[in-house]
């Protein structure tokens, strides 16, 4: 059964070789960091983006596009790696090709939606990004390791200052110049739309399946997300000092790495 996941919520992962779906009803661009045991990246090398696709046990998709498909193999991560972060951004000005314009915000487009998955297709876990407004960039999920398992939370954590802000949050120093050659390799690369990953039926507060298990709250474990919201349980919570990647399908058009 599918966990519908609100905002700061985690859910166990079955596996450690998913696929992150993400549908976003307008082109983003897609990225992914990894984290140390106390979630800092720790330097550009650590980035898998349009420019640098692939990292071990990670790959990403090449292109601007509504809908991304992420290939994970948690077994392959470097060993100092304990989280993976999803980030989303929408492409700059310079980056829109034909002269399209996007939106210029993320509260001006419909809300991102992202499904993680195992390599058969089957739901693990599902998490609607509402309530952005100005931002233009957003983490929208988290892997996470915590006491030899690894689980998935949503984080929903959206920036106005875009990528370089949301890089520079992560403690890289070269964050603004990363953030212009993420996007400027998202606007070289051709233009390819994903098949459509699956998504609930019904209006866009409606995300409800059957078959969905409801998530009861964090556990103790990973680092708060900014804005997750204060209260006992996030105190409880956060005072307690998240090969190449094989999966199939990680990105329409691309190879799968050996």
């Given at each position: ?223 708060p997300p900014q804005g997750a919201g204060p209260g006992p349980e996030y105190e409880a919570e956060y005072g307690d000092p998240g090969a190449k990647p094989t999966l199939q399908g990680a990105d329409p058009g691309q190879p799968a790495?050996?």
């Amino acid at each position: 059964m599918t966990a519908e996941l609100v905002r700061g919520q985690n859910h166990p992962l079955p596996g450690t070789r998913l696929e992150i779906r993400v549908s976003a009803g307008t082109p983003v661009v897609a990225a992914a960091t990894l984290g140390d045991a106390e979630g800092k990246v720790l330097g550009a090398e650590w980035v898998a983006h349009p420019g640098t696709p692939a990292l071990s046990g990670l790959e990403v998709s090449r292109q601007a596009t509504a809908d991304h498909r992420l290939a994970v193999d948690l077994d392959a991560l470097p060993d100092a790696a304990h989280r993976v972060d999803v980030l989303l951004a929408l492409p700059t000005a310079d980056a829109t090709r034909a002269g399209r314009r996007g939106p210029a915000r993320f509260g001006a487009a419909a809300a991102p939606f992202v499904t993680v998955t195992d390599l058969s297709g089957a739901e693990i876990a599902h998490y609607t990004l509402t309530g952005l407004d100005a931002e233009t960039a957003v983490i929208a999920l988290e892997l996470y390791l915590r006491q030899g398992a690894w689980k998935v939370r949503a984080i929903g954590q959206g920036y106005a200052g875009g990528l370089a802000e949301l890089l520079t949050d992560r403690g890289l120093p070269e964050a603004p110049s990363l953030a212009r050659v993420i996007h400027e390799a998202a606007a070289r690369s051709p233009a390819r739309q994903a098949p459509t990953p699956p998504r609930p039926s019904g209006s866009e507060g409606d995300r409800t399946r059957q078959a969905v298990t409801p998530v009861l709250g964090p556990d103790p474990a990973g680092t708060p997300p900014q804005g997750a919201g204060p209260g006992p349980e996030y105190e409880a919570e956060y005072g307690d000092p998240g090969a190449k990647p094989t999966l199939q399908g990680a990105d329409p058009g691309q190879p799968a790495p050996a």
